[in-house]
């Protein structure tokens, strides 16, 4: 831990519980067949090499569709998120929720970055892993100029990939502020940013925070709430794409996408980050990194 570490307020008091569900039968077959999905995907993970980038594409957007599809979720999507065809484009995000990747590979399948605890996952591990993942260990500061790094050369080479510059999950009732450090990939490379923002509702229309992965809750656990909720969508609202020029350095384009992403989601104003308490041991750390500020 680090006194730069993301820190979200939510929790369990954010959930509403007055969703509809299911029955704990329909919630059963749910958590199989999503089993059967995540396993299905392993079984194939090692002939995916034999085809070509277009059948890739497409066995992961069936993929990343049948999990919706098993946990009952429907997809909607406004605006166009075009193939990147060569051209290093970095996604951006808000994080709500593990099914945030599953709906945004379910439209145009990505790589991505995400917390170097993942790996550890049984099965999803390995599959994340594969699916050529850039790992960042929050809790290092030193590891973050390593990962901007990667993140450029992915860029650099063409890849499309996402990440979320909240640093943790939020429960969609309000948005964290965007870290700048990531942003710094985009002007390294000389590619434009691509906000995208995520909201999930229930089939009359009202927004819930039911599918959030927030606290300290197991991955089961959110995977088992979502499994009994009836009549849940994400939307994706694919925002304009900032071409690169537009920001001088990296807190003016986080600004920039985080302002769209504000204007996407009708949210006024934006949740401040905690407030950093600072120490002598807190600058210290900082200063050891190389940065006194990681964004």
Known sequence: ???????????????????????RARVVLRLAAAVGVVLGAFLVLPFLALIGRRGRELAAKLIFRGLLGAFGVRLTVT??????????????????????????????????????????WPVLGTLIARAG????DRESLRALPGAVDELARVLRDGSMIYVCPE????????????????????????????????????????????????GT??????????????????????CAEIAPGRADD???????????????????????????????SAVESARLAGDHHPG
């Open 250 to 280: 990296r807190r003016s384009l986080a600004a920039l996408t985080e302002a769209a992403m504000n204007t996407a989601l009708g949210l006024r104003v934006t949740i401040p980050a905690p407030r950093t308490v600072w120490t002598s």
């Open 1 to 23: 831990m680090h006194p730069y570490m993301p820190l979200s307020p939510c929790g369990p008091h954010c959930l509403d519980g007055d969703e509809p569900t299911v029955g």
């Open 79 to 120: 605006g166009d998120l075009p193939r990147s065809d060569g051209r290093g484009v970095l996604v951006v995000t808000n994080h709500i929720s593990w099914l945030d990747v599953a709906a945004l590979n379910a439209v145009r399948p990505m790589r991505a970055m995400a917390k170097t605890d993942l790996r550890s």
């Open 133 to 136: 993942t850039v790992f960042l």
């Open 217 to 238: 809750e197991t991955i089961l656990e959110s995977m088992t709430r979502v499994a009994r909720l009836r009549g849940l969508h994400v939307e994706l609202r694919v």
């Open 167 to 214: 640093g943790t999950t939020w429960c969609g009732k309000g948005m964290g502020r965007f870290r700048p450090a990531l942003f710094q990939s985009a002007l390294d490379a000389g590619v434009p940013v691509r906000p995208v923002a995520v909201r999930y509702h229930l089939a009359s229309g009202r927004e819930t925070p039911a599918p959030a992965f927030i």
